[in-house]
């Protein structure tokens, strides 16, 4: 069982560029998420999905776009990269309140 | 708002000493409660969960947390810690319902272990 894949684990972009980051689950669970998670600050959570074509704003969304169109896959885009989105990234899928997570992706821009 | 508190950074111990690490959540209902630990370069992994019933709970690794509601508080202990255990920990409050179906994390603790 894969559980919760996030593609790709690194990645550097330079200022004003975009990207997609993947993050994919096999466990049939409704429950998606995007943290970002930097030092001394935890995981803080960018947006989450509840459902096939459904997306929420987390605690901070801002910069970043999501996408639900399928249940097993949860993309987060950065449509204009900034340096202070230099993070790492972790999908998590949740059933009955526990959270999957991936493995994450090291993002840096500069 | 859903909120965990973490407020130990940084946390030393010896090899075979105990261990303490401290939560303390804010929510407005009965919550469920997470401990999760990260090694370095690595996901999430979780060591234990509270959702009701008894209130100590047994996790991997040897790992015990007590919720106590009268103190909004989800203390996670060792008898002995493992060299292995360096890490970071987290806290996490969640739920079900509504805005709740999202897990809120503390800022972490960092585990050294001394040999």
């Known amino acids: 069982n894969a559980g919760v894949t996030q593609t790709p684990k690194f990645r550097v972009l330079k200022t004003g560029q975009s990207m997609t980051l993947l993050c994919a689950q096999d466990?049939?669970?409704?429950?998606m998420y995007w943290y970002r998670q930097d030092p001394g600050m935890g995981l803080r959570l960018i947006h989450y999905?509840?459902?096939?074509?459904?997306?929420a704003k987390g605690e901070v969304p801002d910069g970043y776009n999501v996408s639900r169109l399928k249940k097993q896959n949860f993309l987060l885009g950065l449509e204009s990269a900034a340096p202070s989105q230099t993070s790492v990234y972790f999908c998590?899928?949740?059933?009955?309140?526990?959270?999957?997570f991936g493995q994450g992706t090291r993002l840096t821009v500069v | 708002a859903q909120s965990v508190t973490q407020p130990d950074i940084h946390i030393t111990v010896s090899e075979g000493a105990s261990l303490e690490l401290r939560c303390n959540y804010s929510?407005?209902?009965?919550?469920?409660l997470f401990w999760y630990v990260q090694s370095p370069g690595q996901g999430l992994q979780l060591l234990l969960k509270?959702?009701?019933?008894?209130?100590l709970v047994q996790g991997i690794k040897g790992f015990e947390a007590e919720f106590k509601r009268s103190q909004s508080s989800f203390n996670l202990r060792k008898p002995s810690v493992h060299w292995s255990d360096a890490a970071e920990y987290f806290c996490?409050?969640?739920?079900?319902?509504?805005?709740?179906?999202?897990?809120?994390f503390g800022s972490g603790t960092q585990l050294t272990v001394l040999p």
């Open positions: 998590a899928s949740i059933a009955l309140g526990e959270a999957f």
């Open positions: 466990m049939n669970h409704e429950y």
């Open positions: 999905s509840v459902g096939e074509g459904t997306t």
């Open positions: 929510y407005g209902a009965t919550p469920y």
């Open positions: 509270y959702f009701s019933g008894d209130t």
């Open positions: 996490a409050v969640g739920g079900l319902s509504g805005s709740a179906r999202q897990l809120t």
